[in-house]
């Protein structure tokens, strides 16, 4: 079984959107009623993998995906407001060890979330609009 991606940035972007509360857009500026929305929101952006491992052919191979997250929003505290609540989303877990969150993909399990890279903010603090850029790595197993 192969891991689509597509099925994936939704499961993520859902998380993203159920853990802000608000819009994010899948590689471009979400839309709000048809309309740009005003920041604070996300983007995310599904990234390359360098792929390892047994060839496409075994179907029990796990899987990984990369995804940048891009917080964009007015002023650095809400930048980082914003980021805060995407790494609560992604990486938290309640007392028992379960996902906060959980990245629901038909076939497979995600066994394994990882903060790959936190960027912060830009440093001009004159900055009339702030990304924060957030990278996770997601592990995948066939469920079953």
Known sequence: MILERRPVTDALAAVLVAATSKPCGTGALPLVGGKPAEPPYTVLRSLPLTLGG???????????????????????????WLADKVRTGVLGRDTRGAWLY??????????????????????????????????????????G
């Open 102 to 143: 959980d990245l629901s993909v038909p076939g497979w399990s995600c066994y394994a979330r990882d903060l790959d890279l936190d960027a912060g903010t830009e440093p001009d603090p004159s900055a009339v609009i702030v990304s924060y850029v957030i990278r996770f790595q997601l592990d995948w197993t066939p469920a």
């Open 54 to 80: 047994a060839p496409f052919t075994d179907q029990r191979e796990d899987a990984s995906t990369l995804y940048q997250v891009e917080c964009v929003a007015r002023q650095h505290a809400q930048a980082e």
